[in-house]
């Protein structure tokens, strides 16, 4: 039986949120970090209308959402989720006329569909968390078409912004915070992450890197925020008033030189990887 303290670092390094951080996660991460990047990566994999498409770890949606306009008419998309938290949070925003997503809570090691079901599988930022990511790779193949298209996309490795709050939370926050960062971008290598998908039996693999500057509110008014919707939320609502002060302090020295206008502009890339399922 595992301990709450595994509980707790499983929740840390494989982004489970608790209470209702799914709620501040669609507030703050979304517009800022991870939403940007979803037009590109709907580009790469060239959705078509009457397609069948699967969003893993789809979090609060915004991968499937923008997916669904694009294979209308008479396609469909299913988002898949381990956090029941994110899943409440996706079923509450409302869609255009016209426009579905079936939301289903499950596990991408064991994905809660029939072989063969869908035409393309995407996966946002959630091929690093997984503990098994072999098997997470071979169940969206399993669940593809032969000839069906996978398109996932990872971190290449920490932003300015990102190194900043690493530093920042283990001198003022815990080592334990700072740790809870590291796996978003333990999956930084194009050739890791080509063999990963060359393994599970994806053929015409590519991995395309991707470079966009992200436009973040100014540390004092996002930092806290942001904080508040990921993993690490409890550690830092448990720290102290000066600890906290300290840290935003922190983030305004250490980010000065990416201050543009409003708020600031960070440069961050990604690794988007494509294939084909071959027949198993």
Same mark, same amino acid.
Request: proline share 6%.
């Given at each position: ?67 669904a306009r694009r294979v209308v008419p008479g396609g469909s998309v299913s988002g898949v989720d381990l956090n029941e938290g994110m899943l409440d949070v996706a079923r509450r925003l409302q869609l255009p006329q016209g426009l579905a997503v079936d939301w289903r809570q499950g596990s991408a090691l064991a994905l809660p569909f029939p072989d063969r079901t869908f035409d393309v599988v995407l996966c946002q930022q959630g091929l690093q ?37 690493? =530093?920042? @939370?283990?001198?003022?926050? /815990? *080592?334990?915070?700072? !740790?809870?960062?590291? &796996? #978003?971008? +333990? ?33 004092? =008014?996002? @930092?806290?925020?942001?904080? /508040? *919707?990921?993993?690490? !939320?409890?550690?830092? &609502? #448990?720290? +102290? ?40």
């Open positions: 039986m595992k301990s709450a303290d595994d509980a707790e670092t499983a929740g840390l390094t494989r982004f489970q949120l608790q209470g209702d951080a799914a709620e501040r996660y669609e507030r703050w991460a979304v517009p800022f970090i991870v939403g940007p990047w979803v037009p590109g990566l709907l580009d790469l994999v060239e959705l078509r209308p009457r397609e069948r498409v699967l969003d893993v770890a789809t979090g609060t949606g915004v991968v499937a959402r923008l997916a968390f997984f503990p098994e990511r072999q098997k997470a790779l071979r169940e969206m193949r399993r669940v593809l078409v032969a000839g069906g298209r996978a398109a996932l996309s990872v971190w290449t490795g920490a932003s300015p912004y990102f190194m900043a709050l690493r =530093e920042g @939370l283990a001198r003022y926050i /815990s *080592s334990e915070a700072a !740790a809870s960062t590291e &796996a #978003a971008f +333990s999956l930084p290598d194009a050739a890791e992450l080509r063999g990963l998908l060359e393994a599970a039996g994806y053929r015409d693999v590519s991995v395309h890197n991707v470079r966009m500057t992200l436009r973040l509110p100014p540390p004092d =008014e996002f @930092l806290l925020p942001h904080l /508040s *919707s990921l993993p690490v !939320a409890g550690l830092v &609502a #448990a720290a +102290s008033e000066e600890g906290c002060a300290a840290l935003v302090a922190h983030m305004k020295e250490n980010t000065r030189e990416y201050v543009d206008g409003y708020g600031l502009a960070v440069p961050q890339e990604i690794n988007v990887a494509t294939g084909i399922s071959m027949a198993g």
